[in-house]
């Protein structure tokens, strides 16, 4: 099966949106509008990015991407919806499947469908082998409480299609039950999910959990296991809806234990599913823990205590959230699991057993009891933010690895949210940005006067634009279309007038030298300097310098780079910033797509055609002339790999 992002790249949403829609209209900001499918549209209210395929209804607050539309539209789940867009992307949705299953599986082949790195899996007992035939196939290692292998419990999967299979004689398991300690110090709170690769993902985002292979095999749960448990959470895929009452009954035996009912927003199937669909897991696993419907034995006896462990949803009355303090106790220990870690260590080490080790572990425990403000710490971390960010952002750089500093923190942000002070961003979970109400005045009465810079640029773009100080100029150009080549052009033209830096991302000191040897010219007569560098460019950026940057990478998250282009802005004082970001060839802009415009002053795009390179100006503030060069295409080619000749422009 093609992969979301595929799919995507390959899909024309053009055709797609007005197959489904009829005829779109230009809208605001570069998108489309339509009317909108899910409730009474008399005025176009449904506006379409066909860059990335992001859509939002301003009559009915509806929102989503390609898939969420056509989950809702078709009223089908998400497997079927990323099918049926295959096909009309001109993709085999099957084509794939069909030669995995003729060659087998392989362990890169699985960590990259579950988006998991290799290294996490065989950490946690996943391997790679080989049958007779050397056809691969895929080993999950089922481990007891001591940490043996129970071989008749072991999966094996031989392609992506199929759901593992026990071996020979095996009998089904609890899959994690070796990772118990880890489990109870998580406050007794527990998720139960269906299968390994949910469970491999909630440990990859720090959540307790195990798996049981198959929602039919529910009779593997034994009270034994859950005895020291308080609360477990039961993620109830779509079809297995009263699972947790069934696991509830199971261990009605265990009076003190409460079990709630998670239900999925709607399109998602699994954890799994939403981890590669780039969801942000952990505040969509909160957000489900805090709509859970208890379903365990007498839930009266415990309302009180199930309104202050959900104080972080916001709802009701707020329990002195504001200035609560909470103690982390080694990955969110309550009091007694912590001493009673602590107490074991020492018992082993008295033992003898690596003692060493048993007294850093209690060293970590015993400082982690300290107490800590986490409102007070998420509102300085939140106000001294800029650009966008995740509530997983949050819990990292701040260190919030127990369930009680996620929960006080994710309601710290949803307090500041009633505020006014943050608000969400986009259409993925758990994004905001902070409102930055300051005001910085501009002096303009004392600025000093005087014309643009004097800048030169390749291709004669002087006579078409214009930059001043502090101004950001952003070049997206696609493969092989000569982003370096156009870089080191400006750089030679602007060397002799200003004091010009180069930012190398890619290119080793060899091969830089051998491409300003094909501008042939003596190397001594170069008089940029040049640095290598591949991130954070605010940080080294020269504030009244020319700083060009070739090239500023995102591989994901591409509206983050919206945040680092005002990074280097507000480094700058008197100088400008000439930044190269990457293309697709398919699309009108560069990586980030609008949130790559957001503070350029000048935006050009490069790309190759049949027999020409073309570049176009995007936009352009200023301008060189009366005449509005926005629109304006030059058409032009790459000689011996540095100089660029001008065919025509239009």
């Given at each position: 099966?093609?992969?979301?992002?595929?799919?995507?790249?390959?899909?024309?949403?053009l055709?797609?949106?007005?197959?489904?829609?009829?005829?779109?209209?230009?809208?605001?900001?570069?998108?489309?509008?339509?009317?909108?499918?899910?409730?009474?549209?008399?005025?176009?209210?449904?506006?379409v990015?066909?860059?990335?395929?992001?859509?939002?209804c301003?009559?009915?607050?509806?929102?989503?991407?390609?898939?969420?539309?056509?989950?809702r539209k078709?009223?089908?789940?998400?497997?079927?919806?990323?099918?049926?867009?295959?096909?009309?992307?001109?993709?085999d949705?099957?084509?794939?499947?069909?030669?995995?299953?003729?060659?087998?599986?392989?362990?890169?082949?699985?960590?990259?469908?579950?988006n998991?790195?290799?290294d996490?899996?065989?950490?946690?007992?996943?391997?790679?082998?080989?049958?007779?035939?050397e056809?691969?196939?895929?080993?999950?290692?089922?481990?007891?409480?001591?940490?043996?292998?129970?071989?008749?419990?072991?999966?094996?999967?031989?392609?992506?299609?199929?759901?593992?299979?026990?071996?020979?004689?095996?009998k089904?398991?609890?899959y994690g039950?070796?990772?118990?300690s880890?489990?109870?110090?998580?406050?007794?709170?527990?998720?139960?999910?269906?299968?390994e690769?949910?469970?491999?993902?909630a440990?990859?985002?720090?959540?307790?959990?195990?798996?049981v292979?198959?929602?039919?095999?529910?009779?593997?749960?034994?009270?034994?296991?859950?005895?020291?448990?308080?609360?477990?959470?039961?993620?109830?895929?779509p079809?297995?809806?009263?699972?947790?009452?069934?696991?509830?009954?199971?261990?009605?035996?265990l009076s003190?234990?409460?079990?709630?009912?998670?239900?999925?927003?709607?399109?998602?199937?699994?954890?799994?599913?939403?981890?590669c669909?780039?969801?942000?897991?952990?505040?969509?696993?909160?957000?489900m823990?805090?709509?859970?419907?208890?379903?365990?034995?007498?839930?009266?006896?415990?309302?009180?205590?199930?309104?202050?462990?959900?104080?972080?949803?916001?709802?009701?009355?707020?329990?002195?959230?504001?200035?609560?303090?909470?103690?982390?106790?080694?990955?969110?220990?309550?009091?007694?699991?912590?001493?009673?870690?602590?107490?074991?260590?020492?018992?082993?080490a008295?033992?003898?057993?690596?003692?060493?080790?048993?007294?850093?572990?209690i060293?970590y425990?015993?400082?982690?009891?300290?107490?800590?403000?986490?409102?007070?710490?998420?509102?300085?971390?939140?106000?001294?933010?800029s650009g966008?960010?995740?509530?997983?952002d949050?819990?990292?750089?701040l260190?919030?690895t127990?369930?009680?500093?996620?929960?006080?923190?994710?309601?710290?942000?949803?307090?500041?949210?009633?505020?006014?002070?943050?608000?969400?961003?986009?259409?993925?979970?758990?994004?905001?940005?902070r409102?930055e109400?300051?005001?910085?005045?501009?002096d303009?009465k004392?600025?000093?006067?005087?014309?643009?810079?004097?800048?030169r640029?390749?291709?004669g773009?002087?006579?078409?634009?214009?930059?001043?100080?502090k101004?950001?100029a952003?070049v997206?150009?696609s493969?092989?279309?000569?982003?370096?080549?156009?870089?080191?052009?400006?750089?030679?033209?602007?060397?002799?007038?200003?004091?010009?830096?180069?930012?190398?991302?890619?290119?080793?000191?060899?091969?830089f030298?051998?491409?300003?040897?094909?501008?042939?010219?003596?190397?001594?007569?170069?008089?940029?300097?040049?640095?290598?560098?591949?991130?954070?460019?605010?940080?080294?950026i020269?504030?009244?310098?020319?700083?060009?940057?070739?090239?500023?990478e995102?591989?994901?998250?591409?509206?983050?780079?919206?945040?680092?282009m005002?990074?280097?802005?507000?480094?700058?004082?008197?100088?400008?910033?000439?930044?190269?970001?990457?293309?697709d060839?398919?699309?009108?802009?560069?990586?980030?797509?609008?949130?790559?415009?957001e503070?350029?002053r000048?935006?050009?795009?490069?790309?190759?055609?049949?027999?020409?390179?073309?570049?176009t100006?995007?936009?352009a503030?200023?301008?060189?002339?009366?005449?509005n060069?926005?629109?304006?295409?030059?058409?032009?080619?790459?000689?011996?790999?540095?100089?660029?000749?001008?065919?025509?422009?239009?």
């Open positions: 099966m093609p992969t979301p992002a595929e799919i995507k790249q390959a899909l024309d949403f055709a797609f949106f007005e197959n489904e829609l009829g005829k779109l209209r230009p809208g605001s900001n570069g998108n489309s509008l339509g009317f909108c499918p899910f409730h009474k549209d008399r005025v176009p209210s449904f506006s990015n066909l860059e990335n395929g992001l859509w939002h301003f009559g009915c607050g509806a929102a989503g991407d390609v898939f969420d539309f056509a989950q078709w009223n089908c789940d998400f497997p079927t919806a990323l099918r049926e867009l295959a096909r009309l992307a001109g993709l949705p099957d084509e794939e499947t069909r030669q995995r299953e003729k060659e087998g599986l392989t362990l890169e082949q699985f960590a990259a469908a579950k998991l790195p290799v996490f899996l065989i950490q946690h007992g996943v391997k790679q082998a080989r049958g007779k035939d056809r691969p196939y895929v080993v999950f290692a089922y481990r007891g409480l001591e940490g043996q292998i129970i071989k008749e419990a072991t999966r094996l999967r031989f392609s992506l299609s199929e759901r593992p299979m026990a071996k020979r004689g095996g089904p398991h609890i039950l070796w990772r118990i880890e489990m109870l110090a998580e406050d007794g709170e527990l998720n139960l999910v269906e299968g690769s949910d469970c491999l993902t440990w990859l985002y720090g959540l307790s959990a195990v798996g292979p198959g929602k039919t095999l529910l009779k593997i749960l034994g009270p034994e296991f859950f005895k020291d448990f308080k609360n477990i959470y039961v993620w109830e895929e079809g297995a809806e009263g699972w947790a009452k069934e696991i509830a009954a199971r261990l009605s035996s003190h234990l409460r079990i709630f009912a998670m239900t999925p927003p709607e399109g998602i199937k699994d954890l799994s599913e939403a981890h669909r780039g969801l942000d897991v952990v505040a969509l696993v909160r957000e823990q805090r709509e859970a419907v208890e379903v365990s034995g007498s839930q009266n006896d415990h309302k009180e205590n199930h309104q202050q462990s959900q104080t972080f949803t916001g709802k009701g009355e707020e329990k002195t959230q504001g200035n609560q303090t909470h103690s982390d106790g080694g990955r969110g220990a309550s009091e007694n699991a912590r001493v009673f870690i602590i107490n074991y260590c020492k018992n082993l008295k033992k003898g057993i690596d003692p060493s080790f048993c007294r850093k572990v060293e425990l015993e400082k982690s009891g300290e107490k800590r403000n986490i409102a007070a710490e998420v509102r300085e971390w939140v106000l001294t933010s966008f960010f995740l509530t997983s949050c819990f990292r750089e260190e919030l127990s369930r009680d500093f996620q929960k006080a923190a994710v309601l710290e942000l949803l307090k500041l949210k009633a505020k006014g002070i943050i608000e969400p961003c986009g259409n993925r979970r758990g994004c905001y940005r409102i109400k300051e005001l910085e005045p501009i303009f004392n600025a000093p006067d005087g014309p643009p810079l004097p800048l640029w390749p291709l773009l002087e006579n078409l634009v214009a930059l001043y100080p101004n950001l952003i997206a150009g493969k092989d279309a000569g982003k370096t080549a156009f870089c080191l052009n400006f750089a030679r033209l602007n060397q002799d007038l200003f004091d010009t830096h180069y930012f190398c991302s890619e290119i080793a000191a060899q091969e030298k051998h491409r300003l040897q094909l501008f042939g010219f003596p190397l001594e007569t170069w008089k940029i300097k040049v640095w290598e560098r591949s991130s954070n460019f605010a940080d080294v020269k504030p009244d310098s020319l700083n060009i940057i070739d090239y500023l995102i591989s994901e998250n591409f509206y983050l780079i919206a945040q680092e005002r990074r280097i802005y507000e480094n700058l004082r008197n100088g400008i910033a000439v930044v190269g970001i990457q293309k060839p398919n699309t009108r802009l560069g990586r980030g797509a609008s949130f790559s415009l503070k350029a000048l935006y050009v795009t490069l790309d190759t055609q049949d027999h020409f390179n073309e570049l100006i995007i936009s503030k200023n301008w060189a002339s009366d005449r060069p926005q629109g304006t295409k030059i058409r032009y080619k790459i000689v011996n790999g540095s100089k660029l000749i001008k065919i025509s422009d239009r």
